[in-house]
């Protein structure tokens, strides 16, 4: 069973930021994402440090996705449909992937 220090669950722009954070500090980080949220249909975000005519929400996601793999966060393009907890751990389940295990 796949295990990671941090399952992200959603890989628009919160979980991105995130993974790129957590990743740069050497955890070892899954994103499971569907790519159906808002970043996925904005075709323009307007408000965007170093980006000032604009950037589409695709091109946002795809630069943010290249640079947390870059500090070796792993994504999964797939859907969580249920996790559960235990005393020390979480167990995340896809709807096609194999269960993952949260150290
Ligand atoms: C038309 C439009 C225009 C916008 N314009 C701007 C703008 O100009 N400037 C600005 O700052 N903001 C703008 N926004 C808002 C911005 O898109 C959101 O604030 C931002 O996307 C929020 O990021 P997020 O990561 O929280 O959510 P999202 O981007 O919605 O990402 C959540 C991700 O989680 C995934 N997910 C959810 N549940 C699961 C699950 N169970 N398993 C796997 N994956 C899951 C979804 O598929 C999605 O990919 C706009 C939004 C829209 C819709």
Redesign the pocket.
Known sequence: MKQADCII????????QAAIQLGRYKHGIIV?????????????????LGWPDGVS?KQLRALGRQHAEKFGVEFLD????SLEKSRTSFLSKQKMTGNIKQK
């Open positions: 669950i959603g890989g628009g722009i919160a979980g991105i499971i994402d569907s790519a159906q949220g808002r970043s996925s249909i904005a075709k323009a975000y307007h408000n965007i929400g797939d859907t969580v449909t």
